[in-house]
Protein backbone atom coordinates (compact mmCIF):
# COMPACT_ATOMS: atom_id res chain seq x y z
CA UNK A 1 0.00 0.00 0.00
CA UNK A 2 1.11 3.16 -0.81
CA UNK A 3 2.02 5.69 2.07
CA UNK A 4 0.76 9.71 1.11
CA UNK A 5 2.40 12.59 2.97
CA UNK A 6 1.35 16.52 2.21
CA UNK A 7 2.76 19.54 3.05
CA UNK A 8 2.94 23.33 1.82
CA UNK A 9 -0.74 24.27 2.94
CA UNK A 10 -1.06 27.39 5.10
CA UNK A 11 -2.62 30.67 5.50
CA UNK A 12 -2.27 32.85 1.84
CA UNK A 13 -4.41 36.02 1.46
CA UNK A 14 -7.38 36.31 -1.28
CA UNK A 15 -5.49 36.89 -4.62
CA UNK A 16 -2.48 34.69 -3.47
CA UNK A 17 -0.53 31.38 -4.17
CA UNK A 18 0.14 28.32 -2.69
CA UNK A 19 1.95 25.08 -4.36
CA UNK A 20 0.75 21.78 -2.16
CA UNK A 21 2.85 18.55 -2.53
CA UNK A 22 2.46 15.07 -1.77
CA UNK A 23 5.26 12.52 -1.63
CA UNK A 24 4.42 9.11 -2.37
CA UNK A 25 6.20 5.82 -0.63
CA UNK A 26 5.67 1.90 -0.65
CA UNK A 27 5.24 1.48 -3.75
CA UNK A 28 5.78 1.54 -7.49
CA UNK A 29 4.30 5.15 -8.03
CA UNK A 30 3.51 5.10 -11.69
CA UNK A 31 1.19 2.92 -11.39
CA UNK A 32 -1.22 5.21 -9.35
CA UNK A 33 -3.65 7.93 -10.84
CA UNK A 34 -3.48 10.72 -8.45
CA UNK A 35 -5.74 13.20 -6.88
CA UNK A 36 -6.17 15.98 -4.50
CA UNK A 37 -9.10 16.41 -2.60
CA UNK A 38 -10.41 18.90 -0.39
CA UNK A 39 -13.21 19.22 3.21
CA UNK A 40 -14.25 22.69 4.04
CA UNK A 41 -16.13 22.62 7.45
CA UNK A 42 -19.74 20.90 7.71
CA UNK A 43 -18.92 19.95 3.77
CA UNK A 44 -18.28 16.53 1.99
CA UNK A 45 -14.76 16.15 0.79
CA UNK A 46 -14.92 16.75 -3.09
CA UNK A 47 -12.28 16.12 -5.75
CA UNK A 48 -10.79 19.14 -6.44
CA UNK A 49 -8.13 17.88 -9.64
CA UNK A 50 -6.85 14.30 -10.37
CA UNK A 51 -4.33 13.03 -12.79
CA UNK A 52 -3.91 9.55 -14.48
CA UNK A 53 -0.70 7.74 -14.80
CA UNK A 54 -0.34 9.13 -18.50
CA UNK A 55 -1.03 12.73 -17.23
CA UNK A 56 -4.25 13.48 -18.38
CA UNK A 57 -5.69 15.68 -15.76
CA UNK A 58 -9.30 16.91 -14.69
CA UNK A 59 -10.09 19.88 -12.60
CA UNK A 60 -13.39 20.34 -10.64
CA UNK A 61 -15.12 23.73 -12.07
CA UNK A 62 -14.77 25.83 -9.35
CA UNK A 63 -10.73 25.48 -9.91
CA UNK A 64 -10.53 25.53 -13.80
CA UNK A 65 -7.97 27.78 -14.57
CA UNK A 66 -6.60 28.80 -11.72
CA UNK A 67 -5.18 25.71 -9.90
CA UNK A 68 -2.72 22.66 -12.06
CA UNK A 69 -1.91 19.24 -11.14
CA UNK A 70 1.25 17.67 -11.84
CA UNK A 71 3.36 14.55 -10.90
CA UNK A 72 6.70 13.78 -11.29
CA UNK A 73 7.05 9.90 -11.44
CA UNK A 74 10.97 9.83 -10.75
CA UNK A 75 10.46 11.60 -7.54
CA UNK A 76 6.95 9.72 -6.14
CA UNK A 77 5.57 13.25 -6.16
CA UNK A 78 2.51 14.83 -7.05
CA UNK A 79 1.64 18.67 -6.95
CA UNK A 80 -0.76 21.19 -6.79
CA UNK A 81 -0.53 24.71 -7.77
CA UNK A 82 -3.05 27.04 -7.05
CA UNK A 83 -3.36 30.79 -7.62
CA UNK A 84 -5.93 33.31 -7.51
CA UNK A 85 -7.17 31.46 -4.50
CA UNK A 86 -10.34 32.96 -2.49
CA UNK A 87 -12.41 31.99 0.64
CA UNK A 88 -14.00 29.22 -0.48
CA UNK A 89 -10.99 27.61 -0.97
CA UNK A 90 -10.11 27.12 2.51
CA UNK A 91 -10.74 23.43 3.57
CA UNK A 92 -8.09 20.86 4.55
CA UNK A 93 -6.76 19.06 1.12
CA UNK A 94 -6.08 15.57 0.97
CA UNK A 95 -4.15 13.52 -1.92
CA UNK A 96 -5.23 10.32 -2.86
CA UNK A 97 -3.61 7.48 -4.98
CA UNK A 98 -6.02 4.90 -6.51
CA UNK A 99 -4.47 2.02 -8.19
CA UNK A 100 -5.17 1.90 -11.86
CA UNK A 101 -5.74 -2.02 -11.64
CA UNK A 102 -7.10 -2.92 -8.24
CA UNK A 103 -9.15 0.26 -7.47
CA UNK A 104 -7.24 0.19 -4.06
CA UNK A 105 -7.32 4.30 -2.42
CA UNK A 106 -5.01 5.45 0.03
CA UNK A 107 -5.03 9.18 1.70
CA UNK A 108 -2.54 11.18 2.96
CA UNK A 109 -3.61 12.86 6.74
CA UNK A 110 -4.84 16.14 4.78
CA UNK A 111 -3.10 20.04 4.82
CA UNK A 112 -4.68 22.25 5.79
CA UNK A 113 -5.10 25.53 4.15
CA UNK A 114 -6.64 29.18 4.71
CA UNK A 115 -7.21 31.62 2.41
CA UNK A 116 -8.35 35.14 4.94
CA UNK A 117 -7.37 38.51 4.89
Known amino acids: QVQLVESGGGLVQPGGSLRLSCAAS????????MGWYRQAPGKQRELVAAITRGGRTNYADSVQGRFTISRDNAKNMVYLEMNSLNADDTAVYYCNAEHFVTRESSWGQGTQVTVSS
Open 26 to 33: GTIFSIYN
